[in-house]
């Protein structure tokens, strides 16, 4: 790494003399704060399939990366950050030479659901509609160091077309990995023949200098959230000498990675396409196409678009897709900011009508706690647009294209049409349906090519979680009353109670009834996102809308959440876990499976006797709009009676 001098000399010639005035400029023995940004905007690196068959090759490796004065060293896909942008078709052959260059030695202490495995990789193509069995979208695939793995991936030709994303996958590593910079873009382009014409004037493949990859990443050392780099770096056992710990700062006893740390000096950006508020150039009147992801790790994002003239001009921005899926038809976002949790996408459509700066920023109120609870954010500005030139004349399209049959509208399908019914539960200590992770300790079992019906709840009481399903999109249905326990935990060691505030009866396998836990007095605060999402109003960023299609979706504390999925062809493993990634790692994560029909849908639904969502003997399980969930509680009671 190469340091740089204190001090900038700057010559000016004043009055015919001559003057030099010391600049203080910083580096990596005498840092400052806040980095500067800046640059003009750029788009990740492109890599693109011809004639439906696509082979790359991609390394992972330690590489040099620098924000201003700092360098750093990370983990990253070839040498960059972010990633290669991957541009596919439905109905594509991808093959994919992903080859480990780290090295041994491979921390790999610890017990099953803890931070290890630094140099441990795979690859997960986040929201594709696709296989889970190896050679394709497997989690359990695992390549060490010095190693190396060919994915040969299917994109289904009924893939739906739009944004997605890659990022590794091999438990213990996937915060670590992700948050330090391996992230990429997937877009499954569209068909130019089945879109309007004003957004096929904005869409790549014929119109790419429009269609615009704004890719956000946290880059970040703070102790926020526990989740600075160098945290992580520690907590993972993480060769020394990728460290910032032995770069002693000028004049101080401090060494750099102190000072990165130090709170006061606020080391925590959002970086788009790995720069620090770059600078898009557009002209006024044109339309561009925005698609936006958070890789974010933990942090939400609540994105909009302001003129910095207060008094200036606004731009238009419409919603057409949510997680890689069209919208019905283009919307405003709701309460005018697009909310995206940690792996949301959004595609926007934006038109600046008036030259003027205008910026990218994400910010949060005091009321959208009401929806998300004690959830981790992201505010600030990402990106600044310079809007000049000859004004354009641009329209918004009307409708969108048409969604395949498989993510058509399921809110109608009728009661007698769904073929599988289960409760996704939040449960204290990063766990999932009471229990840590465990690989292939199937909690649920459905057949292929039927319609799903799920409950996602939280006995969190504070905080919610991004809860995303491999391989299926889901389809918001309603918000539901929520009636089931909620969770206390103290030491590691935690008790469900009632809303009454008793002790429930049914806990969990391993539950310790000596433990000394209490409820607080404020447990049931943010009970009734049922009640406040149907009234619509200032409180509600945090709620998916209803109808929509999702692969990630926001589970608020004491939340209660009907969706439905249909299991289009794909059979196999299916991972469910929490989009926090420190908290998957830790266990908050878990397997069902689809298989045939008619084959056995035996599976490990309960927790020691504790069906999800149980409580008292005798008391309703959850609440939902459906007539179905009248029969849950006896679950439980039978389940007792019979052992």
């Known amino acids: ?49 011809t004639d439906g068959v696509f082979t790359y090759n991609m390394t992972v490796d330690i590489a040099e990366f620098t924000i201003d004065w700092l360098t750093v060293l990370r983990r990253l896909y070839d040498g960059e950050f972010p990633g290669p942008t991957f541009n596919l078709k439905p109905g594509d052959q991808f093959t994919l030479n992903l080859i480990n260059n780290l090295q041994h030695p491979d921390y790999t202490g610890g017990s099953e659901n803890t931070f290890r495995y630094p140099n441990t990789t795979n690859m997960h193509t986040h929201g594709l509609h696709i296989s889970s069995e190896i050679p394709q979208d497997s989690v359990l695939i695992e390549i060490g160091p010095e190693e190396s793995f060919q994915y040969k991936y299917r994109i289904d030709p009924q893939q739906p077309v739009g944004t997605y994303w890659y990022h590794p996958h091999y438990h213990g590593s996937i915060h670590f990995q992700s948050m330090g910079g391996m992230d990429g873009l997937i877009v499954i382009e569209d068909d130019p023949a089945s879109m309007p014409a004003e957004l096929a004037a904005v869409s790549c493949p014929d119109n790419c200098q429009h269609d615009k990859q704004i890719l956000l990443q946290t880059f970040q050392y703070s102790p926020d959230e526990e989740s600075g780099h160098s945290i992580q770096q520690r907590e993972i056992h993480d060769n020394e000498a990728f460290r910032l710990n032995s770069i002693e700062l000028d004049n101080s006893s401090e060494t750099l990675e102190e000072w990165l740390e130090d709170p006061d000096n606020d080391i925590k950006y959002t970086l788009v396409n790995g720069l620090l508020n770059p600078v898009m150039e557009m002209r006024p009147g044109q339309m561009k196409r925005f698609r936006l992801l958070d890789t974010g790790g933990l942090y939400a994002v609540a994105l909009h678009i302001d003129n910095v003239d207060p008094n200036g001009a606004s731009c238009t921005v419409k919603e057409i897709a949510m997680d890689g899926v069209y919208l019905d038809q283009p919307r405003d976002p709701w309460l005018g900011r697009s909310f995206l949790v940690a792996a949301g996408r959004v595609d926007w459509l934006v038109i600046c009508p008036e030259s003027g700066i205008y910026e990218l920023r994400s910010s949060f109120t005091e009321a959208d706690e009401d929806s998300m609870g004690e959830h981790p954010t992201a505010s600030g500005t990402f990106m600044t647009m310079n809007v000049t030139g000859t004004k354009q004349t641009s329209v918004f399209p009307t409708t969108l294209p048409q969604r395949e049959d498989f993510v058509s509208d399921l809110r109608e399908v009728a009661q007698e049409s769904l073929k599988g019914h289960f409760v996704v539960e939040v449960t204290p200590t ?39 399903m491999h391989i299926n999109h889901a389809q918001v249905i309603s918000y539901n009353p929520y009636t089931g326990p909620y969770g206390v935990d103290e030491d590691s060691k935690w008790r469900l109670f009632s809303q009454a505030g008793e002790t429930c009866t049914y806990q969990y396998k391993g539950y310790d009834a000596s ?16 009640e406040r999402q149907e009234k619509g109003g ?12 999702r692969d990630t979706i926001l589970i608020p504390p004491l939340g209660n959440i009907t969706v439905r999925f249909s299991t289009h062809k794909y059979k196999g493993d299916v991972i469910i876990h929490c989009h926090l990634h420190g908290d998957a790692d830790q266990g908050m994560a878990m397997f069902v499976q689809i298989v045939d029909q008619g084959e056995s849908l035996e599976a490990n639904t309960a927790s020691g006797n504790a069906e999800p969502s149980s409580c008292m003997e005798g008391s309703a399980m959850i609440t939902t709009l459906n007539p179905f969930c009248v029969l849950l509680p006896l679950l439980a009671v039978l389940r007792s009676y019979y052992g």
């Open 538 to 549: 200032a409180n509600t960023l945090g709620y998916a809308a209803i109808g929509d299609w």
């Open 430 to 468: 990063d766990t999932l349906n009471r229990e840590d992770y465990s690989k292939l300790y199937y909690r649920f079992k459905m057949e292929a090519n039927t319609i799903q019906e799920w409950y996602l709840t939280n006995t969190e009481m504070f905080t919610s979680h991004p809860i995303h």
């Open 1 to 49: 790494m190469e340091y740089h001098s204190k001090f900038l000399w700057l010559v000016l010639v004043l009055g015919g003399s001559m003057k030099f005035v010391a600049m203080e400029t910083c580096s990596m023995t005498s840092p400052c704060t806040p980095l500067k940004g800046g640059q003009p905007f750029r788009e990740p690196r492109q890599v693109r399939s």
């Open 515 to 530: 433990a000394d836990i209490d409820p607080p007095s404020d447990a049931l605060k943010y009970l009734g996102h049922n």
